[in-house]
């Protein structure tokens, strides 16, 4: 939420499909704009409801890509539970932005906000005829407001490797990194593991199927770790433009519940 921009609001997912090739040959721009839904208890007592509005540019070269995107984000629900973080909240972590249980009543809020910024770059490896490795890494730049719960206001690395292999038509993968985290007074955040994979397969010379898992570890020591599921569908219409759906689920009290998002994707020759 290789998931550009579900903002993190599901990190990973959004471009899933995308994951199934490797590097063209052809150099290419490409523009996204999408719209993503979730909604979850994050292990609170109120539900929790995010819309993300994600705008992104990429940039494909013969074997290195670089991306750039950021949402705007509206949430509903109690102060604390940040987009894309897995229900972090300072004091407990458990979405209600203070230290009481979970008995007490919490009043729900609507806030809304430019999200954070999302950079990410990539290096493709042939390892073999039909097996590639992407070296990646990811900046995340505190462009959300702390004080609306809208983000960390943290400076995030990442570094991760992805592992593909095609069997013709169709194609899996797997992933794993480490999420380094800035820290201040109000979140504390640990440095966290993640990983994933995902399998995708051509339905037909214009659809592609994908079908995905990502896990990451709670970034406080309260947090849940996140878990989704996510299955996506690619249409291709032309060359240049395409369309994707998606829906997920989460597996535990650091994911949404469910959730799901629409994306168009135009291409651009470089050359």
């Known amino acids: 939420m290789n998931r550009i921009a579900k903002t993190g609001i599901?990190?990973?997912a959004i471009a899933i499909t995308?994951?199934?090739?490797?590097a063209s040959a052809d150099e290419y721009w490409q523009f996204s704009l999408g719209?993503?839904?979730s909604s979850g208890d994050y292990g609170d007592v109120e539900d929790t409801t995010m819309l993300a509005i994600p705008v992104g540019v990429k940039f494909q070269g013969d074997n290195v890509w670089f991306r750039a995107s950021v949402p705007y984000v509206r949430v509903d629900g109690?102060?604390?539970?940040?987009?894309g973080e897995g229900g972090v909240s300072p004091g407990n972590g458990n979405g209600n932005g203070g230290g009481g249980s979970g008995e007490d009543i919490v009043d729900t809020n609507v806030r809304s906000g430019v999200g954070d910024v999302n950079l990410a770059a990539g290096y493709t490896l042939?390892?073999?005829d039909r097996t590639w490795f992407d070296l990646i890494g990811k900046v995340k730049l505190p462009t959300a407001s702390k004080s609306k719960f809208l983000g960390t206001g943290t400076t995030d690395y990442t570094l991760m490797g992805e592992l593909l292999h095609s069997f013709g038509g169709v194609s899996v993968a797997v992933n794993g990194g480490r999420r380094f985290n800035g820290s201040n007074d109000l979140y504390p955040l640990n440095?966290?593991?993640?990983a994933g994979g995902g399998i995708y397969g051509k339905a037909g010379e214009q659809l592609t199927l994908g079908l995905g898992y990502e896990w990451r570890e709670g970034a406080l020591d309260t947090s849940p770790n996140r878990s989704e599921v996510t299955g996506s569908a690619t249409y291709k219409v032309s060359p240049g433009l395409l369309l994707q759906g998606y829906g997920y689920t989460g597996l535990s009290d650091g994911s949404?519940?469910?959730g799901a998002g629409l994306q168009v994707l135009v291409?651009?020759?470089a050359d």
């Not at 440095?191 to 993640?194: E, G, L, M, R, S």
């Open 18 to 22: 995308m994951a199934a090739a490797p």
């Open 256 to 258: 949404p519940d469910v």
């Open 35 to 37: 719209a993503d839904y």
């Open 191 to 194: 440095d966290v593991w993640q």
């Open 10 to 12: 599901a990190t990973a």
């Open 267 to 269: 291409r651009m020759r």
């Open 126 to 128: 042939p390892v073999g």
């Open 78 to 83: 109690p102060d604390g539970v940040i987009p």
